[in-house]
């Protein structure tokens, strides 16, 4: 069988330079596949205070002001390229907003619906000509009423989401799961460690040859490396010794168990922005490229596939 | 506006990076150290510009180094990973020659984290014995003063200490970081001890009785009349004085901006890699300012520099050191004591910060696939590095040996000229970073994009701080005694290894491309969004 060659990365949190990124590199580097690993809206939403005809934001600290059209639009870009959502609002509005927290978070889904719509019509569009599927996945800090716009699936868009998908003429099978174990933040996809080992061992029996298996998993495995993160106190303060961060493995047990198992060829996640790299466990490869979708930046691997093995990776910014 | 809520946050998961401006500057006092710098003002500076301010030296070169930590905060800023000054390198410019100037960096570094470990047999225990010799007249102890110094004594000792930070440095990070963190506090303590020992000494003529006491009868009086008649030109004015702070910098304060090469775990990088330089550079300026107005208040800067000359260029022996002037004034073994833990520890932290530095530039090869993955392995159980430590740790071997032999490499001393070398990409890749690659330039912090009318400050900086390195250079062709002579072995040495570090990556690539059909130079490339 000829090279298949897949594109991956996770956690675009919202940004919309990294979406657009990631999109052209599957372009750029002429990808068979292009997959998501999930954790794909945004934590934060930016008032735009409309104040005597001009319009007010503060992003990253920094107080920004639009007067034009053209401004307000650049103004826009600059939210969305950090992975915020822009809401134009009166300073009363603003208020009445911070106080009430359900209509706040309505302002929430209004904003991730309407860029993960748009973010789908746009790789529908530029994949689509070309014959590249995207897959992805949820996060867990992606919120349930995700699925509904993700459900809506084409040939090209797949979510993979607790389901088996055949790849490259059925020599590969990707499993997906968009899930990650609990964390201190209680996010809507958090699943305790049971629930991910008895869904992942369902998927996954079923598949006939593990070994061209592709695991799509958002938690990468417990201490692989690829889940290393800062250690936290019950108040979720970082914990500190002599001046530095203690780190610790914050993976999945029940990934890595069932990755120790079946052994499948790849294992692609998400999730720990800090903890980017390649090892192996066993046989199994397993990638989670990292994040760092408030600098706009892209993180990303190339994997090459070929005969039932990994000829080869790379991971790419940009 | 400010009634008003500026940002709204759902509940999602909120992990961040990592070391604190508070950790990036300990790593950066670490890396100056509180002990080898410690001794440098007051038996070197003193003794190669006689006459120089040591406040004067120390201001102007800290104030220098304001600049490059500035330019080098900005690199870990624009890319905050392990090695940010390859990776920046490697994408704005040039990736082949990025890495053949990181290579030689991160080579020559682990070379000379053991060139500083030698330092421990070769400088700091004989300089702590022989004040234990003298203060207690003990014999054993002046006798272990020499063979430490001796190529077998350094030899030893120095194998037995890369051994020892080979292994700590396997222990688990919290362990790690528990070790360096006495380590700062140790150091602290020993200065703490100094400073009290000469700020309650009653006078100059304490001082000099002390002496007198332990070097001989009228040996304070004479120091002067006979560095002057071995050819000590004493010159106290201005411009040798910030001749001389324009040329230490490096030799004083190198090691401040080490965080940028883990910028990866540094937690919001674009302030406290700023932060953490600068707290470095001005924390320790303040404290061998402050040794040295406590030592002034004792004895003149002439008598200093005088000692420091001796101790240089003569058979006299001469003990310039300021850890022998505050315990001769103090003579209990408390003292002594304290102030030779905290010296031989804080030695031990120094070389501990090379190989953690130069253990994250491996790792950023590793991750652009250029060397092999296996050498940035994590042992699973203490998480550490243990390939890329113990490859540093043969580095640092061949740098005892070095020092034990006095060979071609001579680390310590051409370190300066190497590190600056390389040095000159990256830097030259921020400078020039707002007009190669404005996109990265727009959308990068604020310490990257701040602008002093049209002109970029990092280009501004950057290219002040290309002046220094260029100055630096000159003054290692131009200054032998500081840069150690630099002659065509020298040279010689660092095309050769900048050549094979060039070799390496045209060869990882070709291997790269053949057999796994993907080339490394997507790595780099830069991808623009549909």
């Known amino acids: 069988m000829k090279l298949f060659r897949i594109v991956y990365s996770s956690d675009f949190h919202a940004s919309e330079l990294v979406f657009r990124k990631f999109l052209s590199a599957g372009l750029m580097y002429q990808a068979q596949a292009l997959v998501v690993g999930g954790d794909l809206t945004g934590k934060a939403l930016v008032p735009l205070i409309r104040v005597d005809g001009r319009y007010e934001a503060v992003i990253a600290g920094v107080r920004r002001e639009a007067e034009t059209e053209a401004e307000l639009k650049q103004l826009?870009?600059?939210?969305?390229?950090?992975?915020?959502?822009?809401?134009?609002?009166?300073?009363?509005?603003?208020?009445?907003?911070?106080?009430?927290?359900?209509?706040?978070?309505?302002?929430?889904?209004?904003?991730?619906?309407?860029?993960?719509?748009?973010?789908?019509?746009?790789?529908?569009q530029h994949l689509r000509p070309r014959g590249i599927p995207l897959y992805l996945i949820p996060g867990n800090d992606d919120p349930l009423f995700v699925d509904e716009i993700l459900g809506h699936s084409s040939s090209s868009i797949v979510n993979v989401d607790r389901r088996r998908i055949e790849l490259a003429g059925g020599e590969y099978t990707l499993v997906g799961l968009g899930v990650s174990n609990e964390t201190p933040w209680r996010c809507p996809r958090d699943w305790p460690e049971e629930r991910i080992e008895l869904e992942l061992r369902q998927l996954l029996q079923p598949v006939p040859a593990c070994e061209r298996a592709i695991l799509l998993v958002h938690v990468p495995p417990y201490d692989s490396g690829l889940d290393t993160a800062p250690a936290l106190d019950q108040e979720l303060r970082?914990?500190?010794?002599?001046?530095?961060?203690?780190?610790?493995?914050?993976?999945?047990?029940?990934?890595?168990?069932?990755?120790?198992?079946?052994?499948?060829?790849?294992?692609?996640?998400?999730?720990?922005?800090?903890?980017?790299?390649?090892?192996?466990?066993?046989?199994?490869?397993?990638v989670n490229v990292g994040?760092?979708?408030?600098?706009?930046?892209?993180?990303?691997?190339?994997?090459?596939?070929?005969?039932?093995?990994?000829?080869?990776?790379?991971?790419?910014?940009? | 506006m400010s009634a008003t809520q500026r940002l709204f946050v759902r509940q999602s998961s909120g992990l961040v990076r990592t070391i604190s401006a508070f950790g990036a500057m300990v790593f950066g006092v670490?890396?100056?150290?509180?002990?080898?710098?410690?001794?440098?003002?007051?038996s070197w500076v003193a003794s190669v510009w006689p006459g120089a301010s040591i406040i004067g030296v120390l201001t102007v070169a800290m104030i220098l180094g304001l600049f490059h930590a500035y330019t080098y905060a900005s690199i870990g800023a624009a890319m905050p990973r392990s090695g940010a000054d390859y990776v920046l390198a490697s994408r704005i410019l040039n990736p082949t020659l990025a890495f053949g100037a990181s290579w030689v960096l991160a080579l020559f570094s682990g070379v000379v984290a053991g060139g500083l470990i030698a330092w421990i047999p070769g400088t700091a225990l004989p300089t702590l014995l022989r004040t234990i010799g003298i203060l207690f007249d003990n014999q054993t102890a002046t006798d272990l003063a020499t063979w430490s110094a001796s190529p077998t004594g350094i030899l030893v000792i120095g194998t037995a200490c890369v051994l020892l930070t080979w292994a700590t440095m396997l222990l688990p990070t919290q362990t790690i970081v528990r070790i360096l963190e006495v380590g700062f506090f140790l150091g602290l303590a020993a200065w703490a001890v100094i400073y009290f020992a000469l700020a309650t000494a009653s006078g100059p003529e304490a001082f000099q009785s002390a002496w007198d006491r332990f070097m001989g009868a009228g040996s304070f009086a004479s120091r002067i009349d006979l560095a002057l008649q071995a050819g000590m030109e004493y010159s106290p004015n201005v411009a040798i004085m910030t001749l001389a702070g324009l040329i230490m910098g490096f030799w004083i304060y190198y090691g401040y901006y080490i965080p940028t090469f883990f910028a990866g775990e540094v937690k919001e990088a674009h302030r406290n890699l700023l932060i953490g330089a600068w707290s470095a550079l001005i924390i320790t300026w303040l404290i061998f300012s402050a040794a040295d107005l406590l030592l002034e208040r004792l004895v003149p800067l002439e008598w200093i520099a005088a000692e420091g000359y001796l101790y240089n260029n003569t058979d006299t022996f001469a003990m310039p050191w300021i850890t022998f002037y505050a315990s001769i004034l103090r003579p209990n073994v408390l003292v002594v004591g304290l102030i030779t833990i905290g010296w031989v520890y804080t030695l031990i932290n120094l070389a501990q910060t090379y190989f953690f530095y130069t253990s994250r530039i491996i790792f950023s090869w590793a991750f652009d696939r250029i060397i092999p993955s296996g050498i940035a392995y994590v042992h699973p159980r203490v998480a550490s590095p243990v390939v890329a430590v113990t490859l540093i740790a043969i580095l640092a071997e061949i740098g005892v040996l070095d020092a034990a032999t006095r060979g071609i490499l001579a680390t310590q001393l051409h370190f300066v000229f190497f590190a600056v070398i390389t040095q000159i990409v990256p830097v030259l890749a921020i400078t020039l970073l707002p007009f190669l690659k404005p996109d990265l330039f727009e959308t990068a912090p604020r310490i990257v994009r701040a602008k002093l009318g049209s002109l970029p400050v990092v280009t501004l900086i950057g290219a002040i701080t290309l002046v220094y390195?260029?100055?630096?250079?000159?003054?290692?062709?131009?200054?032998?005694?500081?840069?150690?002579?630099?002659?065509?072995?020298?040279i010689l040495t660092f095309l050769l290894i900048f050549l094979i570090g060039i070799a390496v990556h045209?060869?990882?690539?070709?291997?790269?491309?053949?057999?796994?059909?993907?080339?490394?130079?997507?790595?780099?490339?830069?991808?623009?969004?549909?």
């Not at chain 1, 915020?84 to 929430?108: G, I, V």
């Not at chain 1, 010794?241 to 120790?260: D, K, T």
């Not at chain 1, 994040?291 to 940009?318: M, T």
């Not at chain 2, 260029?470 to 020298?490: D, N």
């Open chain 1, 291 to 318: 994040s760092e979708y408030a600098e706009g930046i892209l993180r990303a691997a190339i994997v090459n596939l070929e005969r039932g093995r990994v000829k080869g990776y790379l991971p790419i910014s940009g």
């Open chain 2, 469 to 490: 390195l260029g100055w630096m250079i000159l003054a290692s062709f131009l200054f032998p005694a500081v840069g150690g002579g630099i002659g065509r072995g020298t």
């Open chain 2, 506 to 530: 045209v060869a990882s690539r070709l291997y790269r491309l053949r057999r796994e059909g993907v080339d490394l130079a997507w790595t780099f490339r830069e991808i623009p969004p549909v």
């Open chain 2, 30 to 42: 670490h890396c100056i150290s509180l002990s080898s710098s410690g001794l440098i003002p007051f």
């Open chain 1, 238 to 286: 970082i914990r500190y010794a002599g001046g530095q961060v203690l780190m610790e493995p914050v993976g999945s047990r029940a990934v890595r168990r069932v990755i120790e198992e079946f052994q499948p060829l790849l294992g692609l996640h998400g999730h720990i922005h800090e903890s980017p790299g390649f090892r192996k466990l066993g046989r199994t490869l397993c």
């Open chain 1, 76 to 124: 826009r870009r600059l939210i969305a390229n950090v992975g915020y959502y822009a809401q134009e609002m009166t300073p009363d509005e603003a208020r009445y907003y911070a106080e009430h927290p359900a209509e706040q978070l309505q302002l929430f889904r209004r904003g991730i619906e309407e860029q993960l719509t748009r973010w789908l019509e746009l790789a529908e």
